[in-house]
């Protein structure tokens, strides 16, 4: 929902810009094979972008495909009167298949018994179910392995000649690609090639094959097929350093995580700072107070280390992030002086401003970018805006799906 509250007041935000999000489309697709589209993955509410204000942004860019996890992140866009084609990966018994046929999702199908329980749902809706075929190509993760590929095919061609589904689609997912030269993403490749070439073989005739993940999609067009799957990506983070940053790929940062500072204030030499004193003060200083913490997101990880942007200056936390809050020690001088409460405090942003980045709390937190961003919470409001004009288009009064 769109909510009320006045973003000058907010204690923290995280801002959304889908003109970034919009520039960052474009420019994925401009790497693009030949014949190849882009699905835009929505899953997580976006990495904690919003999925809804993200999959309008994406789809206005050119992005031709949504992605998604769960079955209910695909059936809430439907709800919100997205009508582009998505597919939903991640099923477990029991789900609602049915209401994914009816909702016209592509329903991807790793084994025998989702095959068997999506062409139960099938008959009892009375219409064809569009599904996808995952091969287990050497992720280890979801997917078919190469062994049971065939009776998997051989099932879903018989489901399709009875008219229960249609195989829309054949596919896999890397596990190294965001490691240069890995070898298993070449043996990955291979295998893909075969399987496919069986099922057609055996007379699938899919919509679409698709391998390419976001840094497969920056770095291997030889795996772009026909749709590429770009997530981290289409966030303007980039998949890996090993690959390169996010402005070499022409990519820029979607979120900007801020705080208004709660307070200020002079403390002496040897003051202790937050839970268990893992900090005192060297001397006589200044503290700022900086109300967001683990249960917005803030990684604990990150205590004594993650870098804030307060007066000017890059600043490091002090002693241990709380569930709410957590301290920056100013300093002396100028700068220090000037913060007053209310002041903004940047966690990360682009990092054209000086301001620190998501990349900059993932080594700070021993993680990965994407945990950065995907992990903020619900009671941060998501403030979207358009980079283009500057101009705010909606905030997230409960933090999650505000839209334009």
């Known amino acids: 929902m769109t909510g009320t509250v006045h973003t000058s007041a907010l204690r923290g935000r995280a801002e959304i810009d889908l003109?970034?999000?919009?520039?960052?489309?474009?420019?994925l697709r401009a790497r693009l094979a030949p014949g190849a589209g882009l699905m835009a993955v929505v899953k997580s509410d976006a990495y904690g972008h919003g999925a809804l204000p993200c999959a309008r942004a994406a789809l206005d860019a050119g992005a031709l495909w949504l992605g998604t996890a769960t079955p209910h992140e695909a059936l809430a866009l439907r709800d919100a009167g997205i009508r582009a084609p998505?597919?939903?990966?991640l099923w477990t018994p029991g789900d609602p298949w049915r209401e994914g046929i009816e909702a016209g999702l592509d329903m991807s199908v790793s084994a025998m018994w989702a095959?068997?329980?999506?062409?139960?749902a099938a008959r009892e809706a009375g219409q064809t179910a569009r599904i996808q075929l995952k091969a287990d190509t050497g992720l280890g993760r979801n997917g078919c392995q190469p062994a049971d590929w065939p009776e998997l095919v051989a099932a879903a061609r018989a489901a399709e000649v009875a008219g229960t589904v249609r195989v829309t689609g054949l596919w896999s997912h890397f596990a190294c690609a965001d490691e240069p030269g890995h070898p298993s993403t070449a043996a990955q490749l291979d295998v893909f090639h075969e399987l496919v070439a069986y099922a057609e073989k055996a007379g699938i005739e899919p919509e679409v094959r698709h391998i390419a993940n976001s840094p497969a999609a920056l770095t291997l067009p030889e795996s772009h097929f026909d749709l590429v799957r770009t997530?981290?990506?289409?966030?303007?983070?980039?998949?890996?350093?090993?690959?390169?940053s996010s402005a070499e790929f022409?990519?820029?940062?979607?979120?900007?995580?801020?705080?208004?500072?709660?307070?200020?204030?002079?403390?002496?030499?040897?003051?202790?700072?937050?839970?268990?004193h893992r900090y005192r003060t060297p001397a006589e200083t200044t503290l700022g107070l900086i109300p967001l913490g683990y249960a917005d997101g803030v990684p604990r990880h990150a205590s004594g280390k993650g870098p804030v942007l307060v007066g000017g200056e890059v600043r490091r936390v002090a002693g241990r992030i709380a569930m709410d809050q957590f301290v920056?020690?100013?300093?002396?001088?100028?700068?220090?002086?000037?913060?007053?409460e209310g002041a903004p405090a940047v966690l990360f942003g682009?990092?054209?401003?000086?301001?620190?980045t998501a990349a900059d709390w993932a080594e700070a937190a021993d993680t990965i970018a994407y945990e950065i961003v995907t992990r903020i919470g619900p009671r941060v409001p998501r403030v979207y805006v358009d980079g283009a004009d500057g101009q705010e288009e909606g905030v997230g009064g409960d933090g999650r799906g505000a839209g334009r």
């Open 231 to 244: 997530g981290i990506a289409l966030y303007g983070i980039s998949p890996s350093s090993d690959l390169g």
């Open 328 to 340: 920056v020690d100013l300093g002396t001088g100028p700068d220090a002086d000037a913060v007053r």
């Open 86 to 89: 998505i597919l939903c990966w």
């Open 250 to 276: 022409g990519l820029r940062p979607v979120m900007t995580l801020t705080a208004s500072v709660a307070l200020v204030k002079r403390v002496p030499e040897g003051h202790g700072v937050s839970y268990g």
């Open 19 to 27: 003109g970034a999000l919009r520039g960052n489309v474009r420019a």
């Open 350 to 356: 682009p990092g054209d401003r000086g301001e620190p």
């Open 115 to 120: 095959l068997r329980e999506v062409t139960r």
